[in-house]
């Protein structure tokens, strides 16, 4: 029996040694050429994702947008019905608008002549008032007499006072 070679002992042997190399090179190529392809998709599939982020944010500030604008326009019109109620409040309250109602709902007139009544105070106020109007007239006298620092101090006093029916 006559035992045969192996190829692959044959293919180096006999000029295999350059088809294996071919074969590495090859081999280097498709690998590389593979390394590539895998480069670009992952490149492309980079920018499509950012594409799709980009598309999204945009969607998003135009539905954001369009609620603003919404809510101006409901603005808008709560401010106008709030014009439009403080006119009507304001002709509710009107003078002419109640002396109407009083004379033709509630059958009111107006008097023909006005009474006053005058009533006199009993005699101690008076008195009262008399020793008060005294006393200020003292108070102004000595202050007088005192420095700038007192009277305007004093002056203060005096404005702050107040008697019951002198305000209006």
């Known amino acids: 029996m006559v035992k045969r070679p192996r190829r692959e002992y044959l293919d180096h042997h006999q000029g295999g040694i350059r ?9 280097k190529k498709d690998n590389n050429t593979f390394k590539l392809m ?7 599939f980079l920018i499509g994702v950012v594409f799709i982020i980009y598309i999204n944010q945009y969607v998003q500030v135009s539905r954001l947008n369009f609620q603003v604008e919404k809510l101006e326009e409901q603005r808008d019109k709560l401010k106008t019905e709030k014009a439009y109620l403080q006119l009507e ?9 109640i002396e109407k109602i009083a004379k033709d ?13 005058i009533v006199e105070e009993p005699q101690d106020k008076k008195n009262k008032d008399i020793n008060l109007a005294e006393n200020k007239d003292k108070e102004i006298k000595t202050v007088k007499k005192k420095g700038i620092k007192d009277r305007i101090f004093a002056w203060f006093n005096n404005i702050s006072q107040v008697q019951a029916g002198t305000l209006d």
Not at 19 to 27: D, G, I, L, P, T
Not at 38 to 44: E, G, I, N, R
Not at 89 to 97: A, D, G, P, V
């Open 105 to 117: 709902d509630l059958g009111m007139a107006e008097p023909d002549e006005i009474n006053y009544i």
């Open 38 to 44: 895998f480069f670009y998709s992952f490149l492309l």
């Open 89 to 97: 409040i304001s002709s509710l309250k009107s003078l002419r608008r």
């Open 19 to 27: 088809h294996n190399s071919e074969h590495k090179v090859r081999q």
